[in-house]
């Protein structure tokens, strides 16, 4: 079974600090690696992708992957009470078929993270 | 705005009525989605569109009937519904599958 591992929280942080997101998969045939930050009544929507080992930076955000690990990470820096949020790791799985269909997105159940003015 | 949209923005129905949500995109995407997100649970893959063609479907029961009439609207149909069915649905769509997908605001969908 396919499954994106994720700490549901709540994490808090004080404001200007580090917050640090986990997640871990279990298919090792995934190939790319997506953070999604959903507001409350909101739409995910996609701030960080990765695809190969190592550090990824935008911004105040830098995504972190490790496969031999099967392991992805979100840090956020200076971390802002705008960041609060449930942040979604999503990791992509190729599957049967071939175009853009072929691949699917499985989601982890969310970190919700408060930043403390 | 995200490029796709959704419609209605919340919709309440009774178990006995049948309604039908939709969403469109015009970003050119080759492949749409159909996710369900309740509480305290991951976003649930519903069904998956290539090029218009149905290519998954998750063991969704038949109350709810997709539709996709070409590659840039895709309908979900729904008839005597369940209350656990009550959740946000979200349409998603994406170009290659590969580079993530662009969501939907979604749809408040309340069975009474």
């Known amino acids: 079974q396919k499954e994106v591992e994720q700490n549901s929280g709540p994490l808090s942080v004080p404001e200007g600090a580090i917050a640090s997101l986990n997640c871990t998969y279990s298919d090792r045939g995934s190939q790319s690696f997506f953070w999604y930050r959903q507001y409350s009544g909101k739409s995910p929507e996609l701030i960080m992708f990765?695809?190969?080992?190592g550090d990824k930076e935008d911004g105040r955000f830098t995504a972190q992957l490790n496969k031999a690990s099967q392991y992805v990470s979100l840090l956020i820096r200076d971390s802002q009470p705008s960041d609060s949020a449930t942040y979604l790791c999503a990791v992509n799985i190729p599957s049967q078929g071939s175009g853009a269909g072929s691949y699917q997105l499985t989601f982890g159940k969310g970190t919700k993270l408060s930043v403390i003015p | 705005e995200t490029g796709v949209t959704q419609t209605p923005r919340h919709l309440v129905m009774g178990m006995t009525n049948k309604k039908s949500l939709k969403c469109e995109q015009h970003l050119g995407h080759n492949a749409m989605y159909w996710y369900k997100q309740s509480a305290k649970k991951p976003l649930e893959l519903m069904f998956v569109?290539?090029?218009?063609?149905?290519?998954e479907n998750n063991s969704v029961p038949s109350r709810f009937s997709p539709e996709c009439p070409n590659s840039s609207h895709l309908f979900l149909h729904l008839h005597t519904l369940q209350p656990e069915d009550s959740a946000l649905y979200l349409c998603?769509?994406?170009?290659?599958?590969?580079?993530?997908?662009?969501f939907g605001s979604g749809t408040r969908l309340t069975v009474v």
């Open positions: 990765i695809y190969s080992n």
């Open positions: 569109y290539n090029f218009k063609e149905q290519t």
């Open positions: 998603a769509s994406s170009l290659s599958g590969r580079d993530g997908y662009t």
